[in-house]
């Protein structure tokens, strides 16, 4: 088992910046990837960025791109999604997820980001 905690999450106003944190702990030896997605209120849950952990490859989403970057520290299992220049488009809970090789994958409770106008 994984155990994924995310943390950041807040309110903040456009054009401001926000750092989410997603720590795994447990069975995390066979790590594949750590990545993004978010699901704003009546959408359905959309990608944001996928990282590679091994490799150190990121892939983002277009919307994402020169907006939001990531960093991590591999001693605690840790990926950090700096988000710069807040759009209201971004408000959404933000959802840690891993793939671990053997197939499965996990999920973290969400955080809510909250972009204000």
């Known amino acids: 088992q994984v155990q994924l905690v995310e943390s950041g999450g807040g309110l903040v106003q456009a054009g401001g910046s926000l750092r989410l944190s997603c720590a795994a702990s447990g069975r995390t030896l066979e790590l594949f990837s750590m990545d993004w997605f978010r699901q704003a209120p009546g959408k359905e849950r959309e990608f944001v960025v996928r990282h590679f952990w091994e490799t150190g490859t990121t892939n983002f989403a277009d919307f994402a791109k020169g907006r939001f970057t990531i960093s991590k520290d591999p001693a605690k299992n840790t990926l950090y999604l700096q988000m710069d220049v807040l759009k209201p488009e971004d408000t959404a809970v933000y959802y840690c997820?891993?793939?671990?090789?053997?197939?499965?994958?996990?999920w973290g409770q969400g955080t809510q980001v909250t972009v204000s106008s």
């Open positions: 997820h891993t793939l671990h090789l053997g197939g499965y994958e996990y």
